[in-house]
Every structure is written in C-alpha cells, then in structure tokens.
C-alpha cells in the first residue's frame, strides 16, 4: 500500500501544478489499467493493475476529478469482476448536476462493449449521461486508432505504452492544459 499512497500523492502534487484540470477522464482497460486482454482471462483469475493504475485513481478521487472507463472488450462481464475483484468499481463514478435539478446525480460510468470502430460511440454515450463536454476530457488508450478517433471529438487523448502510469498523466494533464489554452486564444 506504501507504494499506492506514494503515487497517489505524487499524482496529486503534478495536479496542483496546472491551473486547469479536466472534469473526467476517461480509461481503457485492457493494457491501460491492467496488463492483460480480459478475452483471455476467466473470471476465476486474479486480476493486477498496472503499478501506478490504483494511486492515479485515488488521486483523482480525492481531488474531486470524476473518472470513466470506454473500453471495446468483448467480455464486459469479465471486466466488470475483475473492477470489483480489484475492488475499483467506485472509483467510476461520475457526479453532475443537470440544469434543471438542483440535487446531484451519482451514475456508474462503465461503457464496456464492443464495437468495430474507435471508441467515439462509447464517448458519445458517455457525453449524453454526464453532459460533460468533449474538451474537458481527458482520455488514456493504448490502441492508437482510439485515440485518432477520440481525439476528432474534441477529448484530449493520451496514447499509453505500459499502461497508465505517472509520466503518461503528466503527459495528459500537460496536453489538456494546452489544449485550454489554444481554446481561449
């Protein structure tokens, strides 16, 4: 656990450097959170995350950035375990308030379902239920045409290598803040 809260607080220190954070960034799951292709695992495993993957979810809990996952895997109900197996799922959960209520809304946010093309629907489907917009979004993928295609939406999108890890959300984080910054010019 020492290594989660070392990385949480790192997380939340790179945050506190930017002026600007997104409302709601948004995850892939396979080779972005966990190591793995959930197609090929059973939901009798046990599932890891990627070293870094818990304390950048933390982080974004506590500083009040609400998360999402779009993921095109085509065994939702694996992947649903193992977010529960690795006891993550309510860190999916987007809080908004709509315009015409005064109360807030708690929605899981878990769009897992697949589909030939990049994750645009899985965005769309997401924008709708949150009203958050595209551009203040922050998305992770390891599948570059995700990203191309995300991207022509207007979500700032981060390609991952090794999963998500504290370089990639510098990475986004950066990214997102430029992308604030070219909208006000």
Request: aromatic content about 10%.
């Amino acid at each position: 656990m020492e290594d989660v809260e070392k990385v949480k607080a790192e997380a939340v220190q790179m945050m506190g450097v930017f002026h600007v954070l997104p409302r709601l960034v948004v995850f892939d799951l396979d080779y972005t959170l966990w190591p793995f292709y959930c197609e090929c695992r059973s939901k009798r495993d046990t599932p890891s995350l990627y070293p870094h993957s818990r304390g950048i979810l933390s982080a974004l809990r506590d500083k009040g950035i609400d998360a999402a996952i779009a993921s095109k895997s085509p065994t939702p109900d694996i992947a649903t375990v193992f977010l529960q197996k690795l006891r993550i799922t309510s860190m999916f959960v987007a809080r908004f308030t709509q315009l015409h209520f005064i109360n807030h809304q708690i929605i899981k946010i878990k769009e897992i379902f697949y589909t030939w093309t990049p994750k645009t629907e899985h965005f769309q489907k997401i924008h709708s239920r949150t009203g958050v917009p595209y551009n203040s979004m922050l998305f992770f993928d390891d599948d570059n045409n995700n990203i191309k295609g995300v991207s022509k939406l207007g979500v700032t999108s981060i390609l991952v290598n090794n999963g998500v890890n504290l370089g990639a959300f510098r990475e986004g984080l950066t990214k997102f803040s430029q992308n604030k910054q070219k909208k006000r010019k």
